[in-house]
């Protein structure tokens, strides 16, 4: 027996007795089998077998893949917790992200506090700054003839983007970059619980800042303090709140614009579909979403509780694919394709239900913008023969390579 062999065996011998047999599978969803080559393709194959089924990883946890019951038990809260909302459990010394760490009847009135500077019209003003700062970020690569995009624009335009619209400076945008991939990708518990720690005391010091200002301006942590001078929230909270806000901010775009440059790059009809009418971008910013879906997130169960004929203990963890509900043929017809045309039918990419994600008013305009100016000034390009894509999975789905070439001006 290989060692590989001999770790699953082990794994295999803590199934909980209430899992029935034929619904265990040997998955570690940091590295679900292909996901280098085709991190959707690699999940996709879980749709050939049931649609709730458990692995031993990471302690042990439900994965559920259909889209109509991620959607039940994103509803649920009562019975499916948000308090741990990633695969594994977080451990203690870990710092509470709020809102998205609570259930209502507390989750709203904390949410309430970032509506406004979060909401469409709050951002639709700064989307010529979007624009000019894509622009001439992509102007910048034009005469290189390629590049790698991940390393050298699309990892790091979502996080500029969001310290412009938070209005903090951008010294420490590369730490907070880095402490970013941490929670999304690593599968070590204690190199995440560290990045959450160091982004927490960023977020500390920036609302430091902001309560020496007399006069606050309606940026999102403005706005954070303020709630906290009205006596609406504590300091903890505030600290909590501008954590969560920073974090969720940044990798679903990311994650986006990589997979989205990739698919243009080998699709050049979809490209001129693009060129040629400019109206379809903003029906393509949601199919790519549909597409390409980011995020692996996950509830507890608060009491035992009977789901599809499956027994799920109080204090196990359900894991939600939502990159797997856009890929559902049941929702979707012939969903690996990407149709601009497609009626619209919703995708879970942001959430849904109380949790949905307030970062998405954000995410769109960027996207849009993105798609907009780099098929303006790169209109051809492809994939460098002389190299490959690399994909991985985690918290956020994502491309970590995509290197590109296109003819030199």
């Not at 499916?80 to 010394?93: A, H, I």
């Not at 709020?98 to 009847?105: G, S």
């Not at 990407?338 to 239900?353: E, I, L, P, S, Y």
Request: proline share 9%.
């Amino acid at each position: 027996m290989s060692y590989q062999e001999h770790q699953a065996a082990q794994r295999l011998e803590t199934i909980p007795p209430h899992v029935p047999a034929d619904r265990v599978v040997d998955l570690d969803y940091f590295s679900p089998p292909g996901v280098a080559e085709d991190p959707h393709l690699a999940w996709k194959r879980l749709h050939d077998g049931p649609d709730i089924i458990y692995t031993p990883h990471y302690g042990g946890h439900w994965i559920v893949t259909r889209a109509d019951d991620m959607f039940a038990v994103m509803q649920d809260y009562e019975t499916f917790s948000n308090w741990e909302f990633t695969v594994p459990k977080r451990g203690p010394g870990n710092p509470v992200l709020m809102p998205n760490q609570l259930d209502p009847p507390r989750h709203g009135p904390i949410r309430s506090v970032v509506l406004r500077p979060m909401s469409p019209k709050a951002v639709e003003p700064i989307e010529p700054v979007i624009r000019k700062i894509m622009a001439d970020r992509i102007a910048s690569i034009v005469p290189k003839g390629g590049c790698e995009f991940v390393g050298e624009f699309g990892g790091d335009i979502p996080p500029e983007l969001f310290f412009e619209h938070a209005r903090i400076p951008k010294d420490k945008l590369p730490e907070m970059k880095r402490f970013a991939d941490a929670v999304a990708r690593s599968d070590n518990e204690e190199d995440r619980r560290a990045a959450r720690i160091g982004g927490a005391n960023y977020m500390m010091a920036i609302l430091d800042e902001r309560r020496q200002v007399e006069e606050l301006d309606d940026d999102v942590f403005s706005v954070i303090v303020r709630a906290e001078r009205e006596g609406r929230i504590t300091r903890e909270e505030s600290t909590s709140i501008a954590l969560n806000v920073f974090f969720g901010g940044l990798e679903t775009v990311s994650s986006a614009l990589a997979f989205i440059v990739l698919f243009l790059a080998r699709h050049p009809e979809h490209r001129r579909q693009l060129i040629e009418d400019a109206s379809l971008t903003q029906d393509a910013t949601e199919e790519f979403l549909r597409r390409f879906g980011i995020l692996n997130l996950a509830r507890i169960a608060t009491r035992s509780t009977t789901f599809k004929g499956l027994t799920i203990e109080q204090g196990e963890q359900v894991l939600l694919p939502l990159h797997l509900a856009g890929l559902d043929e049941r929702k979707f017809p012939n969903p690996l394709e990407v149709d601009f045309h497609r009626k619209r039918a919703g995708h879970f990419n942001f959430g849904t239900g109380p949790h949905r994600c307030l970062g998405s008013n954000l995410a769109r305009p960027e996207i849009r913008i993105f798609i907009e100016e780099w098929l303006r000034q790169i209109p051809d390009f492809s994939v460098d023969p002389d190299d490959k894509p690399v994909g991985a999975s985690g918290v956020a789905m994502t491309m970590t390579r995509v290197p590109l070439v296109w003819p030199s001006r």
